[in-house]
């Protein structure tokens, strides 16, 4: 009764795969080949290179785009040296992607994109990161001081003399010839009375 039991405990359970497949060098071989065919999305060329040889129609393909995703995780992330492979990565999941990349024409404008990323993301991403210097500051002029009067020096009392004029007397006698007194008729008729006697000389001289 034993026996049978066991016999249909081990019917029930599912049987081991007996042939498992298991890397010789504990997937080390297997970790660089993905790593490697991984890296290679980062190039556009090598993109249309497999949609122009429709990699891209094949499920397995697919499928095997899809198991790729696990590079993302933090673990794997630190092994990829062209990060651009895991945005191509992400992009390839859509078919209208996968599609387009069979033109030459949109290959191109993906390498073009691509190239001006490269040589300005580095610019553009230390003007986030550096730390801006603070401004300078502009010193501001001191203000003018108040304009103020020169001071009036005193002059002493002896200068103030000297420098008034005396006051002018109330009335002025006028220099006259003969030091005659001023509003005399002898001063202004004494010319006309010489004259006088002169002629009166000459006349009595020639009745004589």
Not at 11 to 40: A, H, I, M, W
Not at 70 to 88: G, N, V
Not at 118 to 136: A, D, G, T
Request: charged share 20%; aromatic share 12%.
């Amino acid at each position: 009764m034993a026996s049978t039991k066991e016999s249909d405990n081990t019917s029930d359970t599912p049987s081991s795969p007996k042939n498992v497949y298991k890397d010789p060098d504990d997937g080390r071989q297997r970790f660089l080949l993905e790593l490697e065919f991984v890296q290679c999305l980062a190039n556009p060329t090598y993109i249309h290179y497999l949609a122009q040889n429709r990699y891209f129609e094949d499920e397995a393909f697919i499928g095997y785009l899809k198991y790729l995703q696990y590079w993302q995780r933090p673990e794997y992330l630190k092994f990829i040296m062209y990060p651009h492979c895991l945005y191509f990565l992400e992009l390839l999941q859509n078919a209208n992607f996968r599609n387009a990349m069979a033109h030459p024409a949109n290959k191109e404008v993906a390498h073009r994109q691509q190239f001006f990323f490269w040589k300005n993301y580095r610019n553009n991403r230390l003007k986030f990161i550096l730390p801006k210097p603070p401004p300078e500051e502009v010193p501001t002029p001191a203000p003018p001081p108040p304009a103020s009067a020169p001071p009036q020096q005193s002059l002493p009392a002896s200068n103030i003399a000297m420098t008034t004029a005396p006051p002018a007397p109330a009335s002025t006698h006028s220099p006259m010839p003969y030091g005659l007194p001023s509003g005399s008729a002898l001063a202004k008729n004494d010319m006309r009375n010489t004259g006088i006697d002169r002629r009166k000389r000459k006349h009595e001289r020639s009745l004589n």
